[in-house]
């Protein structure tokens, strides 16, 4: 049985920084793209970055290039997403997804193949 769980999100204030951790069970980890997306109240899942399964490449979404950094440890079947410079718009129940295919780092939820249960990331201005 596949899963992904999440952790490190809470309330922080503007400018402050988080790092989120996602633990993979059940699959090989290094035969997955990773990715990060998120949702906040009353919008659409959105994405935020994703990583090759040899960690070599990354993909940002252009509103977090520059302040978010997405990595991986496959000794350790870990995905992690540091925050720097959060900022209220930040606010959103962050995900993380597991990605099969090997035609690039993708940028649309519904082609990944499992999902965390998400972590809540509240950011006050």
């Known amino acids: 049985q596949v899963q992904l769980v999440e952790s490190g999100g809470g309330l922080v204030q503007a400018g402050d920084s988080l790092r989120l951790s996602c633990a993979a069970s059940g699959l090989t980890f290094s035969n997955y793209a990773m990715g990060w997306f998120r949702q906040a109240p009353g919008k659409e899942r959105e994405f935020v970055a994703a990583?090759?399964?040899?960690?070599?490449?990354?993909r940002y979404a252009d509103s977090v290039k520059g302040r978010f950094t997405i990595s991986r440890d496959n000794a350790k079947n870990t995905v992690h997403l540091q925050m720097n410079s959060l900022k209220p718009e930040d606010t959103a129940v962050y995900y993380c997804a597991g990605d099969r295919a090997t035609v690039g780092l993708r940028a649309v939820g519904s082609v990944y193949d499992y999902w965390g249960q998400g972590t809540q990331v509240t950011v006050s201005s």
């Open positions: 990583i090759t399964r040899s960690g070599g490449s990354t």
